[in-house]
């Protein structure tokens, strides 16, 4: 039944016209519930209820349409945030240091705003949203404390993963993670009260909008400061550091609350957001013509996998390029999507849900090619963050992209939006869970004892904390080979040993034979190969 038969026969009756009302705004089905009513309204007038919905409805509408930016509220919060952004990019004071052992002398990584600048930001975008949309305050501080938890656990905890590439690894696959959690954060509040499929989709929507705007904040900010500095040095002026770093940081830190604000009404839920004008009508546009193109692209990149198939396989910047073309594919999807079926034509509807499980489908194949990749490389070398990090990340889209296609197969020609709502849905919550995870794992499920290593000569300290694990030495004076585990070193036996544990003679590190006699022994590989030699 039409929404427009279902209100016509419940003109007396407001308590399920209020469940008619819920159950199109969890569709995502809020504008066609609209236009029932404004049909009804003109139709009998002097109906009471229908007069109630009408001008709730219209305010409603006029709110997502046009709303005020509370600047009071956002020049303040946005210079402190710029404030902030600037005095920690101080990459002399602020700068995070690779830990090594006590001999072994820590080297500069990154500034530690590269972590801040997420948590940082969305603290002030979360108390913008309270502020404004008269949202709880308590929940809005406990968000911002978890997220700077998050980022202080990070600094704390970096050096336990250990070696100095799997501190690198995890430091960087933080730049990443605590941005994806910050977003969370947001998001957990705006949908506190409304956790319905179709408003966690609305913010996803929302969210592209206001990552598109800050990047067109971002051009605009960087085309003023470069001529800024340009001007200046046609002059022969050269701009102080702490002026530059003003420019560039602090400007930084005014764009993710200003995009905000410009973008998103806090006053008003998710579902109930404007995305039929402006932005919203331009970015759906885009991406709704990219969705056959993305379709020709993957059919002709399939067609060629058969010619390049080990690529990936063998070249680590093949496979990072596919795994950042799944998730463009996943945005484009979730952008492609619109609101509502109110928004497009019934015979447009028809191809974008085509064009949609088309892509999925595609996607799904290359998903589960890359996944073999990694699983390859992975068991033919070592686990390492990154290596564990995107098998997740790509279990989680092949679970996505799974989950779109088997509720569209199962979903009406009427209810097909929903569906994809509720795979969008249990995505973000997958992806969520996931970075939580890492943010928390990491470091310890690759760590090392540190008392351990500081009971190590130095030359093999050095090399813990500059490789990766597995750690064979042996000795110039020596042919005995030697796995170095727990602090001890194991003998292997044989070179078939050696071969068939995966080792590699490029994990082989000469060191002095005395430092070699100076680790105890321990089991030897296998354990009844009898008593280990001597280097």
């Not at 089905?29 to 009513?37: H, L, S, V």
């Not at 992209?401 to 009406?412: H, I, K, N, P, T």
Request: aromatic share 10%.
């Amino acid at each position: 039944m039409s929404y427009r038969d279902r209100v016509r026969t419940l003109a007396q009756d407001p308590e399920q016209l209020e469940q008619v009302y819920q159950t199109a705004r969890e569709a995502g089905e809020t504008e066609a519930f609209k236009q029932a009513i404004d049909h009804s309204h003109a139709s009998a007038p002097d109906n009471l209820l229908y007069a109630a919905w009408f001008h709730r409805l219209k305010h409603v509408g006029d709110q997502a349409k046009a709303f005020a930016i509370a600047w009071a509220w956002v020049v303040p919060l946005a210079l402190a945030n710029g404030l902030l952004f600037w005095w920690l990019s101080d990459d002399q004071r602020f700068m995070i240091e690779l830990a090594g052992a006590p001999q072994v002398a820590a080297v500069d990584f990154l500034p530690a705003i590269f972590l801040l600048a997420a948590p940082l930001s969305a603290a002030f975008i979360l108390t913008y949203l309270t502020a404004v949309g008269r949202r709880r305050w308590t929940l809005s501080a406990l968000i911002s404390i978890v997220l700077a938890g998050a980022s202080a656990y990070v600094l704390v905890t970096f050096p336990q993963a250990g070696t100095r590439p799997f501190q690198e690894q995890y430091l960087t696959l933080m730049i990443m993670h605590l941005p994806l959690l910050s977003w969370a954060g947001v998001g957990a509040l705006l949908v506190a009260e409304h956790r319905d499929p179709g408003n966690r989709f609305a913010f996803l929507i929302k969210s592209l909008e206001v990552l598109i705007m800050g990047g067109l904040f971002v051009i605009v900010g960087g085309v003023f400061t470069v001529i800024t500095i340009g001007l200046f040095g046609a002059l022969d002026i050269a701009l102080p550091e702490l002026v530059q770093r003003l420019f560039i940081a602090g400007g930084g830190g005014l764009i993710p609350v200003v995009a905000t604000a410009v973008i998103y009404d806090p006053t008003a839920p998710p579902a109930e957001q404007s995305f039929s004008e402006g932005l919203s009508r331009l970015v759906a546009l885009l991406l709704r013509i990219m969705l056959p193109l993305t379709v020709l692209i993957l059919l002709v990149y399939l067609a060629f996998i058969p010619f390049n198939f080990r690529a990936p396989f063998d070249n680590r910047n093949v496979l990072i390029t596919y795994n950042a073309m799944l998730f463009a594919v996943i945005a484009l999807l979730v952008g492609a999507t619109p609101v509502s079926l109110a928004d497009v034509s019934p015979r447009l509807g028809r191809w974008l849900r085509r064009g949609i499980m088309a892509v999925a489908a595609l996607s799904l194949i290359v998903s589960l090619y890359a996944l073999g990749a990694i699983v390859y490389r992975t068991a033919l070398d070592r686990l390492t963050p990154n290596r564990l990090t995107f098998i997740g990340w790509n279990v989680i889209n092949i679970g996505l992209l799974s989950l779109v296609l088997l509720l569209q197969v199962r979903a009406g020609a009427g209810r097909w939006l929903q569906g994809l709502f509720r795979a969008y849905s249990a995505g973000t919550v997958a992806y969520t869970v996931w970075t939580l995870a890492m943010i928390l794992a990491i470091p310890w499920l690759f760590g090392i004892n540190q008392g351990e290593v500081e009971a190590l000569p130095r030359p093999v300290q050095r090399i813990i904390y500059e490789e990766p694990s597995p750690i064979l030495l042996k000795c110039a004076g020596s042919p005995h080979i030697y796995l170095l585990q727990n602090g001890e070193k194991r003998w292997i036996e044989s070179i078939g040993t050696f071969e068939d544990r995966g080792y590699v003679w490029r994990d082989v590190h000469t060191i002095p034979c005395d430092d070699l006699r100076a680790i105890p022994d321990g089991v030897p590989i296998p354990a009844d190969a009898g008593p280990p030699p001597e280097p």
